[in-house]
């Protein structure tokens, strides 16, 4: 829901409790910035980024033989490892170049 900063002075006890109520956040324009009134969770609730993964299926099955590579698995051919160190190199001098 959107409101103008005039409206929020206007109705600010019940767009407060309709946050409150359903959790909903709430933005504000002003000036062309928006700014977002939202409901703070309980800290016993917060968990984090860990608590939203999603349970996965686990496939359990015999340890790599030191010798084999997962690389290897899909068939492809390993990458040349120069090629990819300069490719490396070169995104990392982009990156800084960028204010």
């Given at each position: ?5 005039t409206?929020?002075?206007q ?48 496939v ?22 120069a ?6 190199a070169?995104?990392r ?7």
């Amino acid at each position: 829901m959107a409101v103008s900063l005039t409206e929020l002075r206007q109705k600010l006890f019940k767009l407060a409790d309709h946050v409150v109520d359903t959790g909903e956040p709430l933005i504000v324009e002003r000036r062309g910035v928006r700014l977002r009134l939202v409901r703070e969770m309980p800290r016993n609730l917060k968990g984090g980024r860990l608590s939203r993964l999603k349970r996965q299926e686990l496939v359990i099955g015999p340890p790599l033989d030191p010798h084999e590579s997962p690389a290897e698995w899909s068939g492809e051919p390993l990458a040349d490892m120069a090629v990819l160190e300069a490719h490396i190199a070169q995104l990392r001098t982009r990156r800084k170049r960028k204010p």
